[in-house]
T-cell receptor
Framework: AQKITQTQPGMFVQEKEAVTLDCTYD???????LFWYKQPSSGEMIFLIY??????QNATEGRYSLNFQKARKSANLVISASQLGDSAMYFC??????????FGTGTRLQVFP | NAGVTQTPKFRVLKTGQSMTLLCAQD?????MYWYRQDPGMGLRLIHY?????TTAKGEVPDGYNVSRLKKQNFLLGLESAAPSQTSVYFC????WGSGNEQFFGPGTRLTVL
């Protein structure tokens, strides 16, 4: 069965430092997509970054990069130069060939000055 | 473009009452989804639709029904609300294909007393 695991319930990082949020996945489907979403305290879901299973290079979007290690089935999110506004819940999700999105339980990131 | 909108934003029901949540999108997306978010559990898929007139069950469909009579609208119904259905409900939509992000609505906070 497809599954997303986020083992860090909470993370702290100092402003301007980099932080890595862990995500591992389990699927037998050769074609899938991996997503990261941010949920601030206001509640909306904000798309951050996407990695396809056949993509050779790691995805990057501004300060966000996705460290994709296919053999290990991991898709960690790296946020460089953290900002106070990065404090939020972060969800890793996987979309399989049936187009359903499966979410992990999330990691709460707190950025302190 | 308004994106994905949800009506209502908040609702309080008594056990046994019924209600319908409305989701509308103006991006001409084929796919639409309903999720619920409970503390510590991430988002879980209730029902989804891959096109007008079609619906399918997700991970937690019991107690809910859906309809997609028009491409831009996806309705979620609770026929007899239960306290276990107290949650935040998110609607999302996307284009076809595993590489396409899902766009989320702002959520509906439902409390069942």
């Amino acid at each position: 069965a497809q599954k997303i695991t986020q083992t860090q319930p909470g993370m702290f990082v100092q402003e301007k430092e980099a932080v890595t949020l862990d995500c591992t996945y389990d699927t037998s489907d050769p074609s899938y997509g991996l997503f990261w979403y941010k949920q601030p305290s206001s509640g909306e879901m904000i798309f951050l970054i996407y990695q396809g299973s056949y993509d050779q290079q790691n995805a990057t979007e501004g300060r966000y990069s996705l460290n994709f290690q296919k053999a290990r089935k991991s898709a960690n999110l790296v946020i460089s130069a953290s900002q106070l506004g990065d404090s939020a819940m972060y969800f890793c999700a996987m979309r399989d060939s049936t187009d359903k999105l499966i979410f992990g339980t999330g990691t709460r990131l707190q950025v302190f000055p | 473009n308004a994106g994905v909108t949800q009506t209502p934003k908040f609702r309080v029901l008594k056990t046994g009452q019924s209600m319908t949540l409305l989701c509308a999108q103006d991006m001409n997306h084929e796919y639409m989804y309903w999720y619920r978010q409970d503390p510590g559990m991430g988002l879980r898929l209730i029902h989804y639709s891959v096109g007008e007139g079609t619906t399918a069950k997700g991970e937690v469909p019991d107690g809910y029904n859906v309809s997609r009579l028009k491409k831009q609208n996806f309705l979620l119904g609770l026929e007899s609300a239960a306290p276990s259905q107290t949650s935040v409900y998110f609607c999302a939509s996307s284009y076809w294909g595993s590489g396409n992000e899902q766009f989320f609505g702002p959520g509906t906070r439902l409390t069942v007393l």
